[in-house]
T-cell receptor, first 113, second 118 residues
């Protein structure tokens, strides 16, 4: 079972560069999420999606964009990378029922220098 | 005010002993869910256990149990018979509201680092 797959696992960017973090899930989950985890902290929600074509902002959306063209894929776009975006990024997905756990990918460790 | 508070940055436990990781939460919703996740040093997030606000019994999953005290707004994780592989960060998280209210995100605490001593 693949579950939630994130690519790449590691990336170093220069300030001002752009990149897309990829996330795909094979569990037919409606809901998908992007979180960031800063050192010594819990996860904070960046964006989420409740289905194809529907996305909304989370707690820390500034500097990011998302799209959801299919049920399976939920890419996260950084347009102008800044040092403050150095973090570990997690993609997650879940079923519609709110008591169902979110299943996480292995994370992408992103450094911006 | 923080929604999820984990007051123990680090904990040590002897192998085969039980350990309790504290979590208190703050919400005005009647419907909410509490989740515990484990994050090993390899970095992945592993779901452990869930407790709903209307569940009358404490949740259990193998060696994990959740000590849910609704009036005190606490949802402590109890790990019985600790193993070396339990050494990890543990995060408490809350989801507020029901699906009709459109609340989807998990709010995480800062975590507790558990170290199991042989």
């Amino acid at each position: 079972n693949a579950g939630v797959t994130q690519t790449p696992k590691f990336r170093i960017l220069k300030i001002g560069q752009s990149m897309t973090l990829q996330c795909t899930q094979d569990m037919n989950h409606n809901y998908m999420y992007w979180y960031r985890q800063d050192p010594g902290m819990g996860l904070k929600l960046i964006y989420y999606s409740v289905g194809a074509g529907i996305t909304d902002k989370g707690e820390v959306p500034n500097g990011y964009n998302v799209s959801r063209s299919t049920t399976e894929d939920f890419p996260l776009r950084l347009e102008l990378a800044a040092p403050s975006q150095t973090s570990v990024y997690f993609c997650a997905s879940s079923y519609r029922e709110w008591d169902q756990p979110q299943h996480f990918g292995d994370g992408t460790r992103l450094s911006i220098l | 005010a923080q929604k999820i508070t984990q007051t123990q940055p680090g904990m040590f436990v002897q192998e085969k002993e039980a350990v309790t990781l504290d979590c208190t939460y703050d919400t005005s919703d009647q419907s909410y869910g509490l989740f515990w996740y484990k994050q090993p040093s390899s970095g992945e997030m592993i779901f452990l256990i869930y407790q709903g606000s209307y569940d009358e019994q404490n949740a259990t999953e193998g060696r994990y149990s959740l000590n849910f005290q609704k009036a005190r707004k606490s949802a402590n994780l109890v790990i019985s018979a600790s193993q070396l592989g339990d050494s990890a960060m543990y995060f408490c998280a809350m989801r507020e509201g029901d699906s009709g209210a459109g609340s989807y995100q998990l709010t995480f605490g800062k975590g507790t680092k558990l170290s199991v001593i042989p």
